[in-house]
């Protein structure tokens, strides 16, 4: 760099007095747009780091980077309790809960499930942000517990009440169900133009709602069946919710696993 440009450069650091001595990298400036903030960060990571942020806890330490685990969300916050998800021993974290998915869905009511949604987002928000997001077991040992990316909605549709996840679904009515994600999706990520109260990712696409070997059947059906019923909900929580993101099915579709469906990338 020549001596001018690099006086200049000088000038315009100092002009924006607070820049370079605030952000250490270029990621770290949130005037920046985010695109070019995730450049940023990629190219700053190794490749270990890049393996390890495929996890559902994208941590990278060396750059400060503290990422969100995925936690559970179908009726409200889920913290501990009988089933141990996070860790024998743990003291369970109270939060609001609601009716199950099912009974949200009769309630026929897309404003009032926002709102149960978005006291379930200010809550998972204020944990992610506070003490209270580290436990300690009957060990002594402290374990982190939050996240801002809920798996939640499970936009499937309960087409036989044998599937044994049918209280997670809004129904079977494929514009019942969207109208009802569509409003959770929002309820969870908030109203602000900028930034989101936490990330609603969308479970499980598509058809997985077969209960005999669900973890390695294929759901197969022709397009049309696709289009208007098995993918409904899911393009209104994208289209109509501003959901980015949701969790593929451990079923196959039509003979290829959703997790390779070319699907994915239409």
């Keep these: 760099m020549t001596l001018p440009r ?13 820049w370079s001595q605030q952000y250490h990298y270029p990621f770290q400036n949130p005037a920046l747009p985010t695109e ?4 940023n960060i990629l190219s700053l990571m190794t490749l270990d780091e890049k393996i390890s942020a495929l996890s559902t806890t994208p941590d990278v330490p060396r750059l400060g980077i503290h990422g969100s685990g995925h936690i559970e969300g179908l009726h409200g916050v889920a913290y501990g309790g009988p089933g141990g998800w996070e860790g ?7 939060t609001t809960q609601f009716p199950q998915s099912v009974g949200l869905g009769e309630t026929w009511d897309p ?5 149960a949604a978005a006291v379930e987002g200010y809550e998972a928000r204020y944990i992610f942000q506070s003490e ?3 436990a300690t077991n009957r060990r002594g040992q402290r374990h982190r517990r939050e996240g801002i ?5 499970n936009a499937d549709l309960a087409r036989d009440p044998r599937w044994g996840r049918s209280e997670e679904s809004y129904g079977e ?3 019942l169900t969207g109208t009802m994600t569509v409003a959770f999706v929002k309820g969870l990520q908030g109203n602000d133009p900028k ?6 990712l969308m479970k499980h696409f598509l058809a997985n709602s077969n209960e005999d070997g669900r973890d390695g059947s294929s759901s197969n059906f022709e397009a049309r069946l696709l289009r208007e019923y098995y993918s409904v909900p899911f393009r209104m929580g994208v289209m109509e919710g501003g959901a980015r993101a949701y969790m593929t099915a451990y079923n196959a579709y039509n003979g290829v696993p959703m997790t390779v469906q070319p699907i994915l990338k239409k």
């Excluded at 690099?6 to 607070?18: D, E, K, N």
């Excluded at 070019?36 to 450049?39: H, K, L, N």
């Excluded at 990316?149 to 909605?153: E, F, G, L, N, T």
């Excluded at 930034?195 to 609603?200: G, H, I, K, R, V």
Aim: glycine share 2%; hydrophobic share 45%.
């Design 111 to 115: 404003d009032l499930l926002e709102k």
């Design 149 to 153: 990316v809920i798996r939640s909605p």
């Design 132 to 134: 209270e997001r580290y």
């Design 195 to 200: 930034y989101w109260l936490t990330a609603s």
């Design 36 to 39: 070019a903030r995730i450049d």
């Design 88 to 94: 024998r021993g743990l003291q369970p974290l109270p």
């Design 173 to 175: 009515d494929p514009y």
């Design 6 to 18: 690099c006086a200049l450069v000088l000038a315009l650091l100092f002009a924006r007095s607070a």
